[in-house]
């Protein structure tokens, strides 16, 4: 006799299947909205903190004194893998 088809907890049943889904998608839509709102609070916090902006702007000035630095500095004349003899210690 098999009546655990008939049971009302049987995993395999196909409400519980469908419980479950519904379970598993809630909880998907609830970490999706969770995650939403922390990057929205994360990101306000930033937007009005004086002293992270100051830290951003001077991390910018910095990568942009960098680029510059490279830029200017070109190659005149004949370019070498290695030193010119005139400037090699001895």
């Keep these: 006799m098999n009546i655990l ?5 049987h995993v395999y049943n196909h409400k519980n299947r469908e419980r479950v889904k519904q379970d598993e998608d809630k909880a998907a839509a609830g ?3 969770n995650e939403e709102r922390a990057i929205g609070a994360d990101t306000k916090s ?4 004086q002293e992270y902006e100051a830290e951003a702007k001077a991390k910018q000035e910095k990568w942009n004194r960098t680029i510059a630095m490279h830029l200017d500095t070109g190659i005149k004349g004949k370019a070498t893998w290695r030193a010119p003899k005139s400037e090699m210690i001895q």
């Design 5 to 9: 088809p008939h049971k009302s907890w």
């Design 31 to 33: 970490e999706k909205q």
């Design 46 to 49: 930033k937007q009005g903190n």
